[in-house]
């Protein structure tokens, strides 16, 4: 058993970190511990690093003009690399460790590990539409639903009276949900669904386009964010198609536009929360408190914030508002807070006993690309 | 419990104590225990891949099949508590059954075959949502609330147990055969070892490993995602495995470990960790090819200043000094009489090519037979189909009365010693290992100790009693013949197959063989020789057989075979 | 529009990149017994470089030469400072290194490009070719054409030249062939650039098609290896798989839904590897 | 003696193992060198490190009194240092003729090359069978027919010296006693060195005959060598 010789060496390298000057931070004063469970590497980074930035500069933020309640906030980002077992292992490491809120900055399988731990407490951020926290829970989610967005689909649908759509959705999770709330949503209101799946490793979606945009088919609606977004542009200009091309609320953004301002189909629309076009918020609270954000957001990162930033910011408002209750500890008194009370931010965010999504379909727009920026959408004739 | 144990428990100890002590920033419990899942399915892939050296690519598949065999028995009504095991079983039972295709699969079609199981997984668990929870994931609820240290307590105690098991199985004769395996396959059929069982258990047995870390980790987590059991994840366990030290008992957890902790340390890093972990995969492949374990290992006998390794055990040195160099062969039991190998109208048919036609010949017990002829005439092919590499066109080939044509390589390996024209010796075992190999997969099973003693004894019979301890890859060319041969005649096989076995040996060492061969004969073993060297063969031959063309044109004693004018024609030519 | 031709169109498309990348790999691993697991990186080496540049202000040409050096730079640099000097180690050991070099690459583009898709604008504009109810931009063109011609190309090279068989006699006995005075270290280098070189024409003509972003790599190679390997590493069957390959993945995509695509086309390769290896015994020689 | 090939005081083996040490001999145009010993002696390491296979730790290689010592395997090839190696290294799956055109890398670098189809001609007319099995694989030849395809290849090299490793070894009688006739007829065109283990071959053939007795040359009677 030689080769297996590795005892000694082991119990020395062991001893060697015992002896290691142990790093135990001083009591330094209180400061709200915040964690932050998002995808920086792996194939859903596009999205972590988005809501990660939004995180930073609230805090950076915050913590500049003395912290929020008399108290810095120290954040936790913890890569999950997209991986369940990862996000599990930092959020309840972020528990253990006393974070008052947690950001699930993270997709769908991520979340849901997540969502079991917070049973109790702390409150549970989430910034994505594919995952709806059950109203008993501590989880809280800021975005209108996918159901809500496909619900705004449907409405601009009918209101040019358009009674087919055409879909492509990728085989990952945010495709099974958006197929999901697509078969839901335009069974209810009697739209007719053509649909075709399209591979992640694609580097064509011809085909697909092909099987659902024969030419009874006024709208295309690609459920698809990032690279295989770009894959269905640009597929649906090859083929040449003429009708508008709805994509989703991941891809309202500028990188987006720049990959694609070539290759634009005849009109692009996009679904969003309203804030991205902030002159056309009604409120006015809300209009403002979106023309700040994104003014500040491009100042301090030199870009254009886009539907992920606005959702990234959405999150860190209602924290802020858990931070300045009495007792942000207090899980249940923050809850019933939660329940009880809107919470202003780029979209107020109204959440009830019955439902912790924040938005609805009301917040949700479809916007349209104009040059370089994204408008309203005009009517589809 | 010697020193050794108590440094392992101590260390063991300690490394579990270490989420608690707070010194290792973001080393924390909940890390610890995904982790200790994570490790114990990796000492699976570790036994595949870094014993066994298959390269399996779609390793992960293994790890969520469990955990989607448990999902699918629950949603079918099955109670949890049972649908665990159950999907455990499940898990280990598709391994055994998709190992009888993969073991076939040589070298690089392996490490293909495996990744496409994987991808069939991934995608299997998209496909089909409605069973599988699909893209989004398959939530399973724990039967049972542990809370942190009580999931942790269970991730330490099962990867302990794991090692443990670990340790005490990957040892001694399955150890053994592993390296021969890894190293020549064919050698290994030919020393009787049953290579596509002994593959198909290795992945069983590493893929149950998987399985069992796989489900822990999966209600440790309570949603199985496609990708957990798909090819990135694969390449990420083959990744962590390899940084730890493939190969090593503690390797998976090292990896495991300096991996996970890497990336959480490093967390929020603006993008630096791929970058850290990239090089550190590359620059442990490329400069530590033994991994985290190796390097700890080196550093610490430099420290220590000690060899790593243990001294032979002292039952074995006694017996070293007992059989001193040239004894006799160990006493046994005489061979039986009569025929012993029958060949009897044999052919062999490439395509359209007869390699052998209509052979037949036969050596008796303690009868040395030389099979002689150019170059091409059939000599190799007809050895290969008494041994059974080759399967048989046609014709019989008996050994002592029974019909083996149909037995495979390993089942013949019990009555047939082999030397190949080249040796195949492993290299980096000793030359005492390299015999015992023969005696470990003979159908007698004496214990482990009793085999060391009969082939330190063997090898003394052949005057390398010297050699027995050091690696054979230290030890002169010259000498692999007769160690080869000392392999071969170990254990009392009733038939020696020799191929040229005096090639590259000088006059004195033809000398030595051939006082080896005649005392193997004097116990009654027979012997069929390949050989070209003529002067060689008038030694110690008692009949030669002569080929050409695939056929047989001449059989009987030395003396007459030489003279006969056909031979002269076909095979001495010009030279007589 | 008609959905058969639109299939088989994208399955051309689709067939070339599998065709591209497959022949790279079956050249490196035909001249230097190596599976190049970082062979994809070439492609998103290429994407990464020609997208930065060109936004840098270059002008397309200029950044997509560039861009091909850089990777050129990488494929031979791969090989001369990396695997050469390592000669003698174990083929798997080897593999690992590349896998390794894969994660390097996968590591500096992360840093140097971010996490959002890149892109460049095409070569060939101009309106898709229509015919029998289906489109084909001409980028598509260009991509099918160059794609499997170079591929081609390449199988006729090594089979059919002087300098091809050297390549190969180099791969099979290196020993030998510098004893008969073939330059070896040469013949291997060539291989490592040709594949480079495919790589980044693939990078060039695909990308713009859709996006790279710093994992294209690695996906990248696993297309082109799925094509090698039920090819048998024949660098004229690859032809042949990655053309099967793509117009199944567009058929199934069109007409069974593309979720059953990876279960379908996976079980197919293990088929075609089971089928491949039956006449190589153990110790992986090929039966006489 | 103008010596084609010289070799000084040449140390050579494997990584930091020294196979062999000291080495000096020359070989003029007209003369063959039999180097006996036996396995392990380190006859074939001396043979690749002289071809350039392996490199040398100590001493030069001179060819037509340039040194060479530096030079890859290949530059050795093309400068006229021919090798038939042990175990011969037929390209198994390449033709007869694409084994034997493999040599054409050297064209180019030689200005005294005839050309290709003539050296082929010459080599076929020497060895009738390869010419009736040209198109056929290296692989399917018979061990004799590969110890011709080898020398052959060799002399394609136009060689200013050609070594032979072990040509004997795995060869039936009958064969052994054409190929020392073929060689024989090779002599005087050509500096040769053979290393055998077979004292009987290299007596027909050779006009001087060293012993190699661990890594060291010794006169055949076992007194040290005094080559130079």
Redesign the interface.
């Known amino acids: 058993m030689r080769k297996f010789a590795l005892a000694r060496p082991a119990a020395l390298a062991a001893a060697a970190v015992l002896l290691a000057p142990a790093a135990t931070p001083a009591a330094a004063q209180e400061v709200w511990r915040i964690g932050e469970v998002a995808p920086l590497s792996g194939p859903a980074a596009t999205v972590g690093t988005r809501l990660n930035k939004v995180t930073k500069m609230w805090v950076e933020e915050a913590n500049a003009k003395g912290g929020i309640a008399g108290r810095k906030i120290e954040l936790t980002t913890c890569n999950d690399e997209n991986k369940p077992e990862k996000a599990v292992a930092c959020a309840r490491d972020m528990i253990e460790k006393g974070a008052v809120i947690i950001f699930g900055n993270a997709l769908t399988a991520s979340l849901r590990a997540i969502q079991p731990l917070v049973k109790s407490g702390p409150i549970l951020l989430i910034p994505s539409p594919n995952v709806v926290p059950g109203a008993d829970t501590y989880g809280f989610q800021v975005s209108p639903s996918d159901v809500d967005i496909t619900e705004a689909i449907a409405e601009f649908l009918k209101a040019n009276k358009i009674d087919k759509i055409g879909m492509v959705a990728a085989t990952d999770a945010s495709g099974e949900v958006g197929v999901a709330s697509a078969r839901k949503v335009f069974g209810d209101e009697k739209i007719e669904l053509r649909l075709a799946r399209i591979d992640l490793r694609a580097t064509d979606a011809s085909t697909q386009l092909a099987r659902v945009a024969g030419s009874d088919i006024k709208v295309v609606y690609s459920s698809y964010t990032g690279g295989g977004a770009i894959t269905v542009v640009k597929s649906f200009k090859n083929l040449g198609l003429a009708q508008p091309l709805i994509v989703s609320y991941g891809n309202i953004s500028d990188a987006f536009v720049q990959l694609v301002k070539d290759v634009k189909p005849p009109r692009l629309l996009g679904t969003g929360v309203a804030g991205i076009v902030p002159e056309i918020v009604k409120d006015p609270g809300d209009r403002a408190r979106s023309q700040a954000f994104l003014e500040a957001y491009a100042k301090r990162y030199a870009e254009r914030p886009d539907m992920i930033n606005l959702l990234g910011k959405a999150a860190v408002d209602v924290a802020e508002a858990i931070l300045k209750t009495p007792n942000p500890k207090d899980y249940p008194a923050v809850k019933t807070f939660l329940e009880s009370t809107p919470i202003p931010s780029v979209h107020t965010q109204r959440f009830s006993a019955k439902s912790h999504v924040g938005l609805d379909a009301s917040s949700v727009i479809i916007v349209e690309l104009k040059g370089e920026t994204w408008v309203k959408a005009d009517p589809v004739k | 419990m010697t020193p050794r144990h108590g440094a392992i428990a101590a260390a063991l100890a300690l490394a579990a104590a270490l989420p608690y002590l707070q010194i290792l920033p973001a080393w924390t419990t909940a890390l610890a225990t995904v982790t200790a899942f994570m490790a114990l399915s990796l000492i699976g892939l570790n036994l595949i891949f870094g014993v066994g050296g298959m390269l399996a690519l779609g390793q992960a598949a293994f790890v969520a099949l469990p955990g989607y065999a448990a999902g699918l028995l629950i949603k079918f009504g099955v109670p949890t508590m049972l649908a665990i095991p159950a999907g455990v079983v499940a898990a280990i039972a598709i391994a055994r059954l998709v190992a009888e295709i993969f073991v076939r699969l040589p070298g690089i079609y392996f490490a293909i075959g495996t990744l496409g199981f994987a991808f069939v997984v991934e995608g299997l668990a998209r496909a089909f949502p409605a069973y599988t929870g699909g893209a989004s994931g398959l939530v399973l609820d724990p039967p049972v609330s542990l809370g942190r240290d009580g999931w942790y307590a269970l991730g330490v105690a099962s990867l302990a147990a794991g090692i443990l098991a670990f340790a005490f199985l990957v040892r001694g004769r399955f150890l053994r055969s592993l390296r021969l395996m890894r190293h020549d396959e064919l050698a290994a059929q030919v020393l009787g070892i049953d290579v596509p069982r002994l593959k198909a258990r290795v992945f069983t047995i590493g893929s149950a490993y998987s399985a069992v870390g796989g489900i822990l980790l999966a209600y440790f987590v309570r949603v199985l995602a496609p990708e957990s059991g798909g090819v990135n994840a694969s390449l990420e366990s083959l990744a962590m495995v390899i940084i730890g030290g493939s190969g090593s008992l503690f390797g998976p957890v090292l990896g495991a470990a300096g991996v996970q902790w890497l990336f959480a340390v490093s967390g929020g890093a603006a993008h630096y960790e791929l970058l850290v972990y990239g090089l550190g995969f590359f620059l442990v492949v490329l400069f530590a090819p033994a991994g985290m374990a190796g390097a700890i290992r080196r550093a610490w006998s430099a420290a220590t200043r000690s060899r790593p390794g243990e001294a032979a055990p002292a039952a074995d040195s006694a017996s070293q000094a007992a059989a001193g160099p040239g004894a006799e062969l160990p006493a046994r039991q005489r061979q039986g009489s009569g025929v012993c190998l029958e060949v009897e109208r044999v052919a062999k048919h490439f395509g359209g090519l007869r390699a052998v036609d209509d052979v037949s010949f036969e050596v008796r017990f303690g009868q040395i037979v030389a099979l002689i002829?150019?170059?091409?005439a059939g000599k190799s092919t007809l050895f290969n189909l008494v041994s059974g590499i080759e399967p048989l066109s046609g014709g019989r080939v008996r050994l002592a009365g029974r019909d083996i044509g149909d037995a495979p390589i390993h089942v013949r390996a019990n009555d047939i010693g082999r030397s190949f024209?080249v040796p195949r010796l492993v290299g980096d075992m000793t030359t005492l290992d390299n015999v015992v190999l023969r005696f470990d997969h003979l159908s007698d099973r004496a214990t482990e100790d009793e085999h060391r003693r009969r082939a330190r004894a063997q090898l003394a019979a052949f005057g390398l009693a010297e050699f027995a301890d050091r690696p054979v890859r230290e030890i002169?060319?010259?000498y692999h013949k007769l160690i080869e041969l000392a392999r071969a005649s170990a254990g009392d096989a009733p038939l020696l197959l020799l191929d040229?076995p005096a090639?590259?040996?000088?006059a004195e060492?033809v000398a030595r063989l051939a006082a080896a061969l005649q005392r193997l004969k004097s116990l009654g073993t027979a012997i069929l020789v390949v050989e070209?060297n003529?002067d060689f063969v008038a030694t110690i031959a008692d009949e030669v057989v002569v080929m050409e063309g695939g056929r047989l044109i001449a059989r009987g004693a030395p003396a007459s075979v030489m003279a006969d004018p056909g031979v002269q024609a076909?095979?001495?030519?010009?030279?007589s | 529009m008609n959905l058969f031709t639109q299939s088989v169109i994208s399955g051309l498309m689709t067939g070339a990149v599998y065709t591209f990348l497959g022949i790279g790999l079956v050249l490196v691993y035909r001249t230097a017994r190596i599976l190049n697991l970082a062979h994809g990186e070439t492609f998103a080496i290429t994407g990464v470089a020609a997208a930065l540049l060109a936004g840098a202000g270059l002008p397309l040409g200029a950044a997509l030469g560039l861009a091909i050096l850089i990777s050129l730079a990488f494929a031979t640099g791969l090989h001369r400072f990396v695997l050469r000097p390592r000669a003698e180690w174990p083929a798997g050991t080897l593999i690992l290194i590349t896998l390794g070099a894969a994660f390097v690459v996968r590591g500096v583009l992360i840093l140097l490009a971010g996490t959002d898709p890149l892109s460049f604008p095409v070569m060939f504009e101009g309106p898709p070719v229509r015919f029998a109810g289906g489109a084909m931009p001409l980028q598509g063109i260009a991509l099918v054409v160059l794609g499997f011609g170079v591929s081609a190309g390449v199988g006729i090279f090594l089979a059919a030249t002087?300098a091809g068989?050297?390549l190969?006699?180099a791969a099979?006995?290196p020993?030998?062939?510098?004893?008969?005075?073939?330059?070896?270290?040469r013949a291997r280098i060539t291989a490592y650039a040709i594949g480079g070189l495919l790589g980044a024409l693939a990078g060039v003509l695909l990308i713009p098609l859709i996006a790279v972003d710093f994992q294209s790599g690695l996906a990248m190679t696993l297309r082109g290896f799925i094509a090698a390997a039920i090819s048998g590493m024949s660098p004229v069957g690859v032809l042949f798989s990655g053309l099967g390959l793509g117009l199944f993945e567009a058929m199934v995509g069109a007409y069974l839904g593309a979720l059953y695509q990876d279960p379908v086309m996976f079980c197919v390769l293990i088929l075609v590897a089971l089928w491949q290896s039956r006449n190589i015994r153990f110790g992986g020689s090929r039966r006489a | 003696m103008t010596a084609v090939l010289q070799v000084e005081a040449l140390d050579g083996g494997y990584g930091k193992l020294t196979v062999f040490r000291g080495v000096s001999l020359a070989v003029a145009r007209d003369q063959t060198l039999g180097l006996l010993g036996?396995?392990?002696a380190g006859k074939t390491t001396l043979l690749k490190t002289i071809?350039?296979?392996l490199p040398s730790t100590k001493g030069r290689v001179l060819l037509d009194g340039r040194d060479v010592t530096r030079m890859?395997?290949?530059l050795r090839?093309?400068a006229g240092i021919?090798?038939v190696?042990e175990g011969r290294?037929?390209?198994?799956?390449?033709s007869v003729r694409?084994n034997l055109?493999?040599?054409?890398?050297?064209e180019g670098?030689r200005p005294d090359l005839p050309p290709f189809e003539h050296r082929v001609a010459e080599v076929y007319a020497m060895f009738p069978r390869l010419a009736e099995r040209a198109s056929q694989l290296g692989g399917s030849l018979?061990?004799?027919e590969q110890q011709m395809l080898a020398i052959a290849?060799?002399l394609l090299?136009k060689p200013r010296v050609l070594m032979l490793d072990e040509p004997t070894?795995?060869?039936?009688?009958?064969?052994?006693?054409?190929l020392a006739v073929t060689l024989a007829g090779l002599k005087g065109r050509f500096a040769m060195i053979v290393v055998e283990?077979n004292k009987a071959f290299l007596e027909q053939l050779a006009d001087r005959i060293l012993q190699v007795r661990s890594g060291t040359l010794v006169a055949a009677d076992g007194r040290p060598a005094t080559d130079n």
């Not at chain 3, 020993?175 to 330059?183: D, I, Q, R, S, T």
């Not at chain 4, 290294?89 to 390449?94: G, K, N, V």
């Not at chain 4, 060869?171 to 054409?178: C, E, F, G, H, K």
């Open positions: 002829g150019p170059n091409g024209q002169g060319i010259g040229e090639v590259g040996l000088t060492e070209h003529m076909a095979y001495f030519g010009a030279l | 002087r068989k050297q190969l006699a099979e006995n020993y030998a062939a510098e004893l008969l005075g073939v330059n070896v270290e | 036996a396995n392990g071809a350039g296979a890859p395997a290949y090839a093309r021919g090798l190696p290294h037929i390209l198994a799956t390449l694409d055109a493999l040599t054409r890398a050297i670098h018979s061990g004799g290849r060799a090299l070894q795995g060869l039936a009688p009958i064969i052994v006693q054409s283990q």
